[in-house]
């Protein structure tokens, strides 16, 4: 029922004391509205970003957010060959819109990364928006390897590589945009 429009639900603030923590920033040089606008319709994201392969909603809210289903490849150049690789991901989130901070949280909730919490928030600024990712997580339930695998690969290799592609992608949609209105 990818349609099913629910009420709106809270995913409360970002919890503290996680092992991991990752954040990509960019000034975009757009308005918050524009830049909010693409980053909330993640329907969307795969007609603006080359390396992800699917995001389709489970259940859609009322707030724009959701039980979200996405996919992403994170793309990787083996050295001196010429050879890239795409690795393909897989997540399940929740997601909540809250258009007075204004912010995007996703809570995974099935793949890899269950459990991560995520967080954009907007802030505008001279000249744009400041445009903020944060992932908390304490890495996969696997006892002693997971916390190291989080803080060592899965963070700063595949959430950083997708998360920074993602918000540069889409800031490079918004400054297009708002350079077609002049």
Known sequence: MANEVTSPFELGAMPAGRRMETVDE????????????????VEAWPEH?????FVRYR??????????EMSANRPFAIPFTGVRLNWPTWWLAEMAVNERAPSIRFRHIAGVTKGMDVEWS????????????L??????AVPVVGI??????????????????????????A???QNQQW
Not at 29 to 41: D, V
Not at 59 to 68: A, F, K, N, T, Y
Not at 150 to 173: E, N, Q, Y
């Open 59 to 68: 259940e859609h809210r009322s707030d724009g957010g959701g039980i979200v």
């Open 49 to 53: 970003l080359s390396h992800y392969r």
């Open 122 to 133: 907007f802030s505008p600024t001279p000249g744009g928006t400041h445009v903020r990712i």
């Open 135 to 140: 992932h908390l997580w304490n890495g996969p």
């Open 148 to 173: 190291w695998a989080a803080v060592f690969v899965i963070g700063p290799i595949f959430i950083h590589g997708i998360a920074s592609r993602t918000l540069a992608g889409l800031a490079k949609v």
């Open 175 to 177: 400054e297009r945009r």
């Open 26 to 41: 960019q000034l975009v040089r757009a308005p918050l509205n524009t830049m909010f606008g693409l980053a909330k319709r």
